[in-house]
DNA sequence: GCCATGGCTAGTA
DNA sequence: GCCATGGCTAGTA
């Protein structure tokens, strides 16, 4: 299965997220080169993880919020980033000065 | 036509 | 809360 240029870019940068870090749908897209297409971001992580084994979990809206459907994914998603020593705020928000993935960065 | 977005506005308190 | 956005798939001809 041969995947567009932009799917397998996705598909690596969301691979190279280190453990303890998110990245927000619009910063991989932008990454991958396309800054509008945080939607397609969302659609590699629906439609892949499970077979690219993607670390799904740590992609997160602009906001620093977990926006997946169900309570039951949710739950998991926070879980999977609390055991990676993520922090949620009260309202359920991450700090995304302090946890977000900038590649650039040499820190 | 789908999708786990994002950005901007309207409308309430 | 609305709606423009865009890569990709399903399903028809």
Known sequence: MSRQ???ARVIELIRTIPKGKVATYGGIAAMAGNPRAARQVA???YSCSEVERLP??????????????TEWNQMEQEERLEREGIVF???GRIDLERFLWQP???V
């Open 89 to 91: 705020s009260g309202s």
């Open 43 to 45: 659609r590699v992580l």
């Open 56 to 69: 799904w979990h740590r992609v997160v809206n602009r906001e620093g919020r977990i926006v997946l459907k």
């Open 5 to 7: 240029p932009f799917t």
């Open 104 to 106: 650039g960065n040499t």
